[in-house]
């Protein structure tokens, strides 16, 4: 909702005309930013920083207070399956 003008937003973010709720995430090239609790649209964080939700990281994923890279994550632990595996075939 707008206050008066159009120019300011009584709930959430101003952004290009419009108001964006709380949370809302816009993405421009790489960057990506998200309409903050405050009112101010803020950089997305990078894997490793604090967070509080999902939508303030870059990989939309907040857990226990910092942003993770699930698909890091799951990439790391299939290479680690199949270095296990092939260590196994070459015992048997």
């Known amino acids: 909702q707008f206050l008066g003008d159009r120019s300011v937003c009584t ?3 101003s952004y290009k005309g419009k108001c964006l709720d709380a949370g809302t995430r816009i993405k421009l090239g790489d ?4 309409c903050n609790w405050d009112g101010t649209m803020a950089k997305q964080f990078d894997a490793g920083e604090s967070c509080s939700n999902n939508y303030e990281c870059g ?3 907040c857990v226990s207070g ?3 890279d699930l698909a890091k994550r799951l990439d790391d632990q299939q ?3 199949e270095k ?3 260590w196994l075939k070459k015992l048997f």
């Open 11 to 13: 709930t959430g973010c």
């Open 31 to 34: 960057v990506g930013e998200f």
């Open 59 to 61: 990989t939309n994923s």
């Open 66 to 68: 910092s942003c993770v």
């Open 79 to 81: 290479n680690l399956l």
């Open 84 to 86: 296990i595996l092939e």
